[in-house]
């Protein structure tokens, strides 16, 4: 079985300042997808970013970006410019090869402070 | 587009008791996944629906249930309700059961407490 280890309970940056959310995980799988989602107060879980295992170029959408060390089993979220809309907080989730359920981390909330 | 909607919004029940939750996926997917989300934890995989057929299922005992029909909507039924199945339950669809491809889209969840 895989497991998702997020170890920032809470995480605190100023607007506009860079901040990284860090995600490990454990599996004996060889192809796998990892995921970072968002979730605001309203309760919806949003995807922020998703990375293949198989692909050694890290993710990047907009001001989210990814490092993907896969040896070291590590999928950590970097933030940049950070806003007062991304206080949130921020579940890793790994699903494996095919057709199965997510398993996701503990989260890291995350406030931007003004 | 109408994403996923969940309903009831909240919901109090007493233990012992059974309670059915709904969902309606996203217009265009066919997948139905339910998650329970305790207090202070991220969400845990309940079970998958495609094609009116549980798939998938996590670590949770037979007293969670479900249903798929015809037009992709769900159903999860909890019987004998204890206290410790008071969680938020998110429902999230996806297409062709892939969590990749067609990433989740997650509705805004049953917050469901059990006295």
């Known amino acids: 079985a895989q497991t998702v280890t997020q170890s920032q309970p809470e995480m605190s940056v100023q607007e506009a300042e860079t901040v990284t959310l860090s995600c490990t995980y454990d599996?004996?799988?060889?192809?796998?997808?990892l995921f970072w989602y968002k979730q605001p107060p309203s309760r919806q879980m949003i995807l922020v970013i998703r990375?293949?295992?198989?692909?050694?170029q890290n993710a990047t959408e907009n001001r989210f970006s990814v490092n993907f060390q896969k040896a070291a089993k590590s999928f950590s979220l970097k933030i940049s410019d950070s806003q007062l809309g991304d206080t949130a907080m921020y579940f890793c989730?790994?699903?494996?090869?095919?057709?199965?359920?997510?398993?996701f981390g503990k989260g890291t909330h995350l406030i931007i402070q003004p | 587009d109408a994403g996923v909607t969940q309903s009831p919004t909240h919901l109090i029940k007493t233990r012992g008791q059974q309670v059915t939750l709904r969902c309606s996926p996203k217009?265009?997917?066919?997948?139905v996944s339910w998650y329970q989300q305790a207090l202070g934890q991220g969400p845990q995989f309940i079970f998958q629906?495609?094609?009116?057929?549980?798939?998938q299922r996590g670590n949770f005992p037979d007293r969670f249930s479900g249903h798929q029909f015809p037009n992709y909507s769900s159903e999860l039924n909890v019987n004998a309700l204890l206290l410790g199945d008071s969680a938020l339950y998110l429902c999230?669809?996806?297409?062709?059961?892939?969590?990749?491809?067609?990433?989740?889209?997650f509705g805004n969840g049953t917050r469901l407490t059990v006295t």
């Open positions: 999230a669809s996806s297409f062709l059961l892939s969590s990749y491809n067609s990433p989740l889209h």
């Open positions: 599996t004996s799988e060889n192809n796998y997808y």
């Open positions: 990375q293949e295992a198989y692909k050694q």
């Open positions: 989730a790994f699903s494996g090869g095919g057709a199965d359920g997510l398993t």
């Open positions: 217009s265009g997917h066919d997948t």
């Open positions: 629906y495609y094609e009116e057929e549980e798939r």
